[in-house]
Nanobody, 117 residues
Framework: QVQLVESGGDLVQPGGSLRLSCAASRSIFFNYDVLGWYRQAPGKEREFVADINWRSGSRKYADFVKGRFTIFRDNAKNTVYLQMNSLKPEDTAVYYC?????????WGQGTQVTVSS
């Protein structure tokens, strides 16, 4: 059984920081090529935030988070993280962890991030 479980979402003031965690089953963490983060705000489509490729080690970021967010993984803990700094109100969304391999895609249930004063 494959599984992705997000945690770390919270209410934070603008300019603050959060670290999101995605705990993955070992089959996903080591056998899926890409683990990453997407987000979906009310009234908007789900959008790409960041990902990391297990095979190449490469990282990708959406333009709107470059310089503020960092994705990294801990192989010993089967966990991928999203460190979010300098948060803005427009970062408010449900953040989803995503794993993919060829045409197979799995999603976590999401964690709510709210940036508000």
């Amino acid at each position: 059984q494959v599984q992705l479980v997000e945690s770390g979402g919270d209410l934070v003031q603008p300019g603050g920081s959060l670290r999101l965690s995605c705990a993955a089953s070992r089959s996903i963490f080591f056998n899926y090529d890409v683990l990453g983060w997407y987000r979906q705000a009310p009234g908007k489509e789900r959008e790409f935030v960041a990902d990391i490729n297990w095979r190449s080690g490469s990282r990708k970021y959406a333009d709107f988070v470059k310089g503020r967010f960092t994705i990294f993984r801990d192989n010993a803990k089967n966990t991928v993280y999203l460190q979010m700094n300098s948060l803005k109100p427009e970062d408010t969304a449900v953040y989803y962890c995503r794993g993919s391999r060829t045409t197979v895609v799995v999603w976590g249930q999401g964690t709510q991030v709210t940036v508000s004063s």
